[in-house]
């Protein structure tokens, strides 16, 4: 039976059919504008119309299930949306409104989640016991998977460690705290950093390139990120204590992440004198979160 998933962003839609016995080729893939200014109702109806064409171009039957990742998560307990920054989604009943609109079974879970679960299975981290997946971009996210299942949580929240405070970390957060990990280290508030030092309004790849010419108020940030960084993960350590961390995001590619000196920051924070736990970069690319969200189906049979 193929897997059939479907990827949820705030600005497109992406859909994917793999085989089984080779989960990291698709048979099809497509996309399609979320267009979310448009409101709940056209956001399902675009999905609905995307599972219409994967269909038309594979030319399979309608599978029992599909798989969705998406921003923000499902209370388990009332089977609704929360903490969506596509907002539309919030406090709607998305899984069963989806099974409806489609006439099969639709499991949704967080992006994050679908990230982790693709790199633990086909990508990084691939047979590895304890995964945590980590995304560090225009905000921070991770996904948590043990023995290849993904851990969610009582409240759905498993993995959130970007919304952890950092000690003496004081901006806001759309989330109504403050020194959330996420205000600290994602690209934005990194580009923010800089700004705050020079005046001048850079994105994160411009920053880098300035910090390889040793320029100071770059090579700063930098700093800041490595040191934050290292805090912010060994909290996760401690409690988690994964086999691999695999970072994805734009953040997520920089080299300094993955360094020794990072390692060593690292361990200044963790109960442990040493660091064993592998730091790699993800295998899959942008296929993760699609990809992930196909397996979603093969974890809820039976």
């Keep these: 039976m193929h897997l059939w998933g479907i990827d949820l962003g705030g600005t497109k839609i992406e859909g994917t059919i793999i085989d089984p016995s080779q989960p990291n080729h698709a048979l099809c893939r497509l996309r399609l504008p979320t267009e979310a200014n448009l409101g709940y109702d056209h956001v399902i109806n675009q999905i609905g119309r995307l599972v219409g064409q994967l269909k038309k171009e594979s030319g399979l039957p309608y599978p029992p299930a599909v798989g969705l990742g998406t921003p923000g998560v499902v209370e388990p307990a009332t089977g609704l949306m929360k903490n969506s920054n596509t907002v539309c989604l919030n406090k709607r009943a998305l899984p069963k409104d989806l099974s409806t609109k489609l006439g099969m079974n639709a499991h949704v879970a967080n992006d994050a989640n679908c990230f982790a679960l693709a ?147 690292i361990v200044r924070h963790l109960f442990n004198s040493e660091l064993n736990t592998e730091f790699l970069k993800p295998a899959l690319g942008d296929s993760a979160g699609v990809f992930g969200a196909a397996l979603l189906t093969a974890q809820n049979t039976g």
């Excluded at 981290?125 to 851990?151: M, P, S």
């Excluded at 001048?200 to 108020?217: M, Y």
């Design 119 to 265: 790199e633990a299975t086909l990508g990084a981290a691939k047979n590895r016991r304890v995964v945590l997946g980590l995304i560090i971009g225009t905000g921070t996210g991770a996904g948590i998977v043990v023995n290849g299942q993904i851990l969610t949580g009582c409240h759905g929240i498993a993995g959130e460690w970007g919304h952890n405070p950092i000690a003496d970390e004081k901006t806001p957060c759309y989330c109504g705290k403050a020194g959330c990990v996420e205000t600290v280290i994602a690209g934005p508030s990194l580009e923010r950093f800089y700004f705050g030092l020079t005046g001048v309004a850079l994105r994160l790849p411009e920053i880098v390139r300035l910090a390889g010419s040793r320029d100071p108020s770059a090579m700063a940030t930098l700093d800041r990120l490595r040191a934050k960084f290292a805090q912010a993960i060994a909290a996760v350590l401690n409690i988690l204590d994964p086999d691999v961390v695999v970072i994805g995001g734009g953040v997520g590619n920089l080299d300094l992440l993955y360094e020794n000196e990072t390692r060593v920051a």
